[in-house]
């Protein structure tokens, strides 16, 4: 009989199964990181880790399997239990055998240690007589897969999976029992040996067939197929494969799952997986308590208005002391006048120039005045003219006098040069009246 065409997620994974050790063991994914796109490894490489399941064997042991064909379906399903994470938390296992009739060799809580169910699976022994597939679904069902077997319930949305071994055409009726089995939540692989029934294997797995019915022609290379339920059960890392297509960093989520991140000063766009640039100015959440200023590519810094200094969580402002800073300019005192300001003054005996900074001498200014007046000032000069012309007046006025008197014979005297003198303050000068 020829082989059937290889499912098409193996047929994506098979040139990595021909690397020497390719995909030997499970690995944890490392979460946070961007994953390189190199080739997946086995655990050292940290592309996969399997999921956790509720996983029983139905292996057939009729007749037609002969002794060291049996011990080959135990390898490979010891091989399968290697690559798988057990434990009451991870993937819990169990075990139907059937020929005519049905044996659970062991349930789905009886075993949380992987060397001792490889020890139990070990100890395992053929049947014989016929081969009642039907039944032994059923009875999967009805006894491994229950909670009080050890199977985990609806809200622990943990995958329930039958994988059933069978060389022959099945004895009773499949198809009905295994439609209920499949409705019930049990996803089914089907793995033919030698002169299985293609077309019972089809009835009795899982859509789509192509990735849930697997054949081998004799059970010397049954055990190749471990490192294919490897690669179903694996939950492959994007983010270590580099298929993640995250613009910045892709984190792992597990079971094959993953999220992508953006470096800080971005924002996630709505595809999920690249990023923009945050202008944290226009959307006002700087925390800058005066100026942002956007530097782009999502960075940003704080400034302060004039008269202020940024404090040292580079978003605050003080207003700046200029007087305790000694950055005023004053000549000689600066008073503070409140937050950010403050004015000039100067010692005793000094006035402050029309700059509001320097500082002048009071007994300067006034001798520099007095100068000034004497030597420039017009408004003086004009009032001296104006002096000196009305002693003049006065003094045409007393020798007209004189001389009337003189007329009229009386005896006045000789007065011809009376002399008075006149001080003014205003020009600083001695007038002499004649």
């Known amino acids: 009989m020829p082989r059937p065409p290889l499912p098409r997620r193996l047929l994506l994974l098979w040139p990595l199964l021909l690397l020497p050790g390719a995909l030997a063991s499970p690995a944890v994914a490392r979460p946070g990181t961007r994953g390189p796109a190199g080739s997946p490894g086995g655990r050292g490489t940290g592309v996969c880790k399997s999921r956790p399941?509720?996983?029983?064997?139905?292996?057939?042991?009729?007749?037609?399997?002969?002794?060291?064909?049996?011990?080959?379906?135990?390898?490979?399903?010891?091989?399968?239990?290697?690559?798988?994470?057990?434990?009451?938390?991870?993937?819990?296992?169990?075990?139907?055998?059937y020929a005519s009739t049905v044996k659970i060799e062991f349930q789905l809580q009886t075993y949380a240690d992987k060397q001792a169910l490889k020890k139990a699976v070990a100890r395992i022994t053929p049947l014989s007589t016929g081969t009642m597939s039907g039944l032994a679904i059923q009875?999967?069902?009805?006894?491994?897969?229950?909670?009080?077997?050890?199977?985990?319930?609806?809200?622990?949305?943990?995958?329930?999976?039958?994988?059933?071994?069978?060389?022959?055409?099945?004895?009773?009726?499949?198809?009905?029992?295994?439609?209920?089995?499949?409705?019930?939540?049990?996803?089914?692989?089907?793995?033919?040996?030698?002169?299985?029934?293609?077309?019972?294997?089809?009835?009795m797995a899982s859509e789509p067939l192509g990735e849930h019915v697997f054949y081998v022609e004799t059970y010397g290379v049954i055990e190749k197929l471990s490192s294919r339920f490897q690669e179903t059960f694996c939950a492959l890392d994007p983010c270590l494969l580099g298929t993640h297509q995250c613009q910045h960093v892709c984190v792992?989520?597990?079971?094959?799952?993953?999220?992508?991140?953006?470096?800080?000063?971005?924002?996630?766009?709505?595809?999920?997986?690249?990023?923009?640039?945050?202008?944290?100015?226009?959307?006002?959440?700087?925390?800058?308590?005066?100026?942002?200023?956007?530097?782009?590519?999502?960075?940003?810094?704080?400034?302060?208005?004039?008269?202020?200094?940024?404090?040292?969580?580079?978003?605050?402002?003080?207003?700046?002391?200029?007087?305790?800073?000694?950055?005023?300019?004053?000549?000689?005192?600066?008073?503070?006048?409140?937050?950010?300001?403050?004015?000039?003054?100067?010692?005793?005996?000094?006035?402050?120039?029309?700059?509001?900074?320097?500082?002048?001498?009071?007994?300067?200014?006034?001798?520099?005045?007095?100068?000034?007046?004497a030597c420039g000032c017009e408004a003086s000069l004009a009032f001296q003219d104006k002096v000196s012309s009305y002693f003049q007046r006065l003094n045409t006025k007393h020798i007209l006098s004189a001389r009337v008197s003189a007329l009229r014979g009386a005896d006045l005297g000789m007065a011809a040069e009376p002399r008075s003198l006149g001080y003014f303050p205003e020009c600083a000068l001695f007038v002499a009246i004649r």
């Open 53 to 97: 399941l509720d996983l029983v064997f139905i292996i057939d042991s009729s007749r037609s399997v002969r002794p060291l064909e049996f011990t080959k379906v135990k390898t490979f399903v010891s091989q399968i239990i290697d690559t798988l994470d057990i434990g009451a938390a991870a993937t819990r296992v169990a075990l139907v055998n």
């Open 139 to 203: 009875t999967a069902m009805d006894e491994a897969f229950t909670v009080q077997a050890g199977a985990r319930g609806p809200t622990a949305n943990i995958p329930k999976v039958a994988i059933i071994v069978t060389d022959g055409r099945p004895q009773d009726q499949v198809s009905e029992v295994a439609a209920r089995a499949r409705a019930s939540g049990i996803e089914l692989y089907a793995v033919g040996v030698d002169r299985a029934d293609m077309e019972s294997l089809k009835t």
């Open 252 to 373: 792992s989520d597990g079971d094959g799952r993953h999220h992508c991140e953006c470096s800080q000063g971005y924002t996630l766009n709505s595809d999920q997986r690249t990023c923009a640039a945050v202008n944290k100015c226009a959307l006002n959440t700087h925390g800058c308590e005066h100026l942002c200023v956007d530097e782009g590519t999502g960075s940003y810094h704080c400034e302060c208005y004039e008269g202020h200094t940024l404090n040292e969580d580079k978003k605050s402002c003080s207003a700046q002391d200029k007087c305790a800073s000694g950055t005023h300019g004053c000549q000689h005192i600066c008073v503070k006048d409140g937050p950010g300001s403050h004015h000039c003054e100067c010692f005793e005996g000094y006035t402050l120039n029309a700059d509001k900074k320097t500082c002048t001498a009071v007994e300067e200014v006034r001798r520099l005045v007095s100068t000034e007046d």
